[in-house]
């Protein structure tokens, strides 16, 4: 509903859903990619290029047949961090630290074994 100074609130859609339209809109093709359960785990075991995850992350682990791939995410309260083929990984030298304010957006870069966290935006 537009109000009386002509803004239209976003009250109908999720920050996670807006932020996917925006990069769709920018010509991102990107695949939504679901936790296996209500805590935010992830877990990717195929497919490779640019994923949302689509709800906040508490840890997402990358499979040994994923080698190349870039997931956009905000960290949930309680994030742990990101892990490939199971085994726990600090992010690459010169990556962003990840504010766990439940808004800011990150992407997670999987290349050649290793993570490297960036903030989308500014």
């Known amino acids: 509903m537009i109000n009386s100074n002509r803004i239209v609130p976003v009250t109908k859609t999720d920050l996670l859903t807006l932020y996917g339209n925006m990069l769709v809109i920018a010509g991102t093709t990107i ?3 679901d936790a296996n359960d209500a805590s935010g785990v992830f ?4 497919g490779s290029g640019n994923m949302i995850a689509s709800e906040p992350v508490s840890t997402c682990d990358f499979g040994e047949d994923v080698t190349a791939a870039v997931l956009y995410f905000i960290p949930g309260y309680d994030y742990a961090g990101f892990s490939i083929a199971g085994t726990p990984v600090t992010p690459e030298s010169g990556s962003a630290e990840v504010d766990v304010d439940g ?9 050649s074994g290793k993570v490297t966290i960036a903030q989308v935006g500014f």
């Open 43 to 46: 877990e990717i075991t195929e």
């Open 31 to 33: 695949a939504k990619v």
């Open 103 to 111: 808004v800011n957006l990150y992407t997670a870069t999987l290349a």
